[in-house]
C-alpha cells in the first residue's frame, strides 16, 4: 500500500529564511500531490496542487517541487514569518475515480522571530 | 469562496449515546465529500467518502453501523456516530470537492469529540 513520510521532527528557522519541509513516498505513483496548512484545532487549509507531469509550482512565498523519480515534493517557504507556524501536510491522490487524498502525518514549522 | 463549516464545532456526551455532525458547503455545490478522524499528534485518516444521493462508500476498518453518514444535498453531509464510547473521541473533519472542479477538497473546520 502507499506509505507517505514527512519529517515527524518539527522544524525549526529563524524569520526571514527559507524552510523546506520533505515529503517522500513509495509503492505508488500519485497523479497529483498536494500540501494543506493545518492550525492546532483546525481543519486544514489547501495551499498548492501540483500534477505529475510538473516539476515545479509557485505561490507568492510558496514553491513546490515533484520528483516523480525519486518521489519525493519539496516544499519551500521564502522570507519566513512567525505567522508561517503550523503543521504542513502533504497529500496523495488516493487513486482511482474519487478525489480521495492520502495524507502524511505532517511536519511542524517554527519560526522563530 | 469554498468555505465549509461544521456543526458543532465541540461537543461532549455520555458513553452510548449517538451524536451527529452536520458539514456543509457554503458557497459552492459539492457533489462528494469526505469524512477524516485525526487523533492527537497524528494524521488524518479517511473514514468514508460521500456522493450525494447515494450510499457512502467506507474504507477499510471503518464500521458503516456505527458511523452513519447521509449526503442528502449538494451542500449536506452528516455523520452520526451511534452509541458513542471513549475510544471515538477524536477530531472529526469534512471535506468538499467542488462540483465539476478540480482535485482540490476544501475543508471544514473540524468537530472535538469527547465521550466520557
Partial sequence: ?113 | GAVVSQHPSRVICKSGTSVKIECRSLDFQATTMFWYRQFPKQSLMLMATSNEGSKATYEQGVEKDKFLINHASLTLSTLTVTSAHPEDSSFYICSGVLAGGTDTQYFGPGTRLTVL
Fill in chain 1, 1 to 113: 500500500s502507499q506509505k507517505i513520510e514527512q519529517n515527524s521532527e518539527a522544524l525549526n528557522i529563524q524569520e526571514g529564511k527559507t524552510a523546506t519541509l520533505t515529503c517522500n513516498y513509495t509503492n505508488y505513483s500519485p497523479a497529483y500531490l498536494q500540501w494543506y496548512r493545518q492550525d492546532p484545532g483546525r481543519g486544514p487549509v489547501f495551499l498548492l496542487l501540483i500534477r505529475e507531469n510538473e516539476k515545479e509550482k509557485r505561490k507568492e512565498r510558496l514553491k513546490v517541487t515533484f520528483d516523480t523519480t525519486l518521489k519525493q515534493s519539496l516544499f519551500h517557504i521564502t522570507a519566513s514569518q512567525p505567522a508561517d507556524s503550523a503543521t504542513y501536510l502533504c497529500a496523495l491522490d488516493g487513486g482511482g475515480a474519487t478525489n480521495k487524498l492520502i495524507f502524511g502525518t505532517g511536519t511542524l514549522l517554527a519560526v522563530q522571530p
